[in-house]
């Protein structure tokens, strides 16, 4: 099993950016895929953003492509989000998730076993 602790949200104008942290306890990190998805209110929890065990493949709802980057330290066991240009519509709940099954990189909650806590980001117009 692996528990992740998400940090590095906060509010923030419309425009600006935050990074967003998840620390992954465990020494079995780099056998991961790593997800980013969000929730507003009101909403289904929705996909944002995945990554491959080593790094090398990236993925990225089509909201967010182009303004978010997410990247991976494995010898730090921490999977990160970078938001650039923020708008309202990315306030949320953002959740990071642990996928251990072999294969593609998947995007959908469901795929995913393992959930942090969340970290609010919200961005005022």
């Known amino acids: 099993q692996v528990q992740l602790v998400e940090s590095g949200g906060g509010l923030v104008q419309t425009g600006g950016s935050l990074r967003l942290s998840c620390a992954a306890s465990?020494?079995?990190?780099?056998?991961?895929?790593m997800g980013w998805f969000r929730q507003a209110p009101g909403k289904e929890r929705e996909f944002v953003a995945a990554?491959?065990?080593?790094?090398?493949?990236?993925y990225y709802a089509d909201s967010v492509k182009g303004r978010f980057t997410i990247s991976r330290d494995n010898a730090k066991n921490t999977v990160y989000l970078q938001m650039n240009s923020l708008k309202p519509e990315d306030t949320a709940v953002h959740y990071c998730?642990?996928?251990?099954?072999?294969?593609?990189?998947?995007?959908?909650?469901?795929?995913?076993?393992?959930w942090g806590q969340g970290t609010q980001v919200t961005v005022s117009s």
């Open positions: 465990g020494r079995t990190f780099s056998t991961y895929a």
């Open positions: 990554i491959s065990r080593s790094g090398g493949s990236t």
């Open positions: 998730a642990a996928d251990s099954k072999r294969g593609a990189v998947r995007v959908g909650v469901w795929d995913y076993a393992y």
